[in-house]
């Protein structure tokens, strides 16, 4: 259950649209898995992912960093702020692991897996791989950023990975929601309908 928290739903700082639209299901489905896992973007102030601490520069802007090119967001999910905190519907008591990411000021952290140096691990799949888990099912906030990148990761780290496209929403800037549906299908990510789980 990736960043499903108030600055990703109506109202917050980096809103994505209808996002708070998967809380119910996402509560349903939590039912029948027996280890749930729960992400939470959480930035120091400083981070170096928004555009407020590049000067001048425009929230969806592109900068590039040591590990690649980055969009500067809004300032979001700043630790320990009431928009880092999860939405008050999603039920967190079931859940056996929350995974904090985005923590270091220098490097942001898409992947509930991987920070966006694609190696620094966060710990996440030596847990899974610990308790047993060989299947991944992804759900949460953005379908195009965290969950993608969590979903890929989870393959490259050799789980199987099913994107339940119901029980996720897009920020969808240029095209990203497109080109990361394609990147999943090209890497074997399953995308179904919760109707069909
Ligand atoms: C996310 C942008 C920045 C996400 C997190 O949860 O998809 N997107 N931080
Ligand atoms: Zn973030």
């Known amino acids: 259950m990736i960043d499903i928290q108030n600055d990703f739903c109506p109202g917050g700082a980096l809103a994505v649209a209808d996002g ?6 996402v509560n349903a489905l939590q039912d029948r898995f027996s280890v749930r896992v729960l992400t939470q973007d959480w930035h120091p102030a400083d981070h170096a992912s928004f555009a407020a601490n590049h000067g001048g520069a425009e ?16 300032v979001h999910c700043v630790q320990g702020s009431s928009g880092a905190a999860f939405h008050p519907g999603l039920k967190t008591d079931p ?29 996440l799949a030596g847990y899974l791989r610990d308790r047993g888990v060989t299947d991944v099912v ?12 969590s979903a890929i990761d989870a393959v490259r780290d050799g789980f ?36 069909d789980l």
């Open 20 to 25: 708070d639209a998967v809380v119910p299901l």
């Open 59 to 74: 929230p969806f802007s592109m900068t590039g960093m040591p590990y690649g090119p980055q969009v500067l967001w809004p």
């Open 95 to 123: 859940a056996d692991l929350v995974i904090r990411k985005g923590f270091r000021a220098a490097i942001d952290s898409y992947s509930a897996f991987y920070e966006n140096d694609k190696t620094t691990r966060t710990g």
């Open 138 to 149: 992804l759900t949460g906030l953005a379908t195009d950023f965290c969950v993608y990148y």
């Open 160 to 195: 199987s990975a099913t994107l339940v496209t119901d029980a996720c929403r897009a920020i969808d800037m240029d095209g990203s929601l497109a080109a990361a549906m394609d990147d999943m299908r090209a890497k074997g990510v399953r995308l179904v309908a919760s109707s």
